[in-house]
């Protein structure tokens, strides 16, 4: 498992902000991925925004981000897409 | 203003897909830029990926996404910050 994933859910917003923070300060990550599905997709870019912007203002930034979906089954045999985000922040060089 | 671009908000999300694959077919457009604010990015999300994977697969892709914040005073005076997205879809060469 990749220590520097962040999945964002429906935990108290700050908790996913002091994750991010924390991989790049006391961990010392060059690169911390924020990754979220269907309706946690806006979320996630606020993590990613107030983590870059106010907390690690100058140091971290948005280095890529991609979009997808994902296709799967429900309980019914229904086709369901959910889409997902991962955001990248890495360290200034 | 701009006509390529389509500001996602509360409206039945099928109009804004409407709106994206009509930029492409009928008006011909190279690029579309899919953008919104806050809770609506997520849905945002949504519309890039259904237009571009089930309606328009093959001929158009996301080319870019940016992600920023804007900061704003309310009402009372106390500074807001809302995050906003940008996603380019753009015609295959």
Redesign the interface.
Known sequence: MDDNNIFIGGKPFMNYVTGVVMQFTTKNADEVVIKAR?????RA??V???SS??FLEGSVE?KN?????EEFKNDEGKDI?V?I?E?TLGKNR
């Open positions: 269907g309706k946690f997709i806006s870019v606020d990613a925004e107030v912007k106010r948005v981000i991609k979009i997808d979906s897409r889409s985000i955001v």
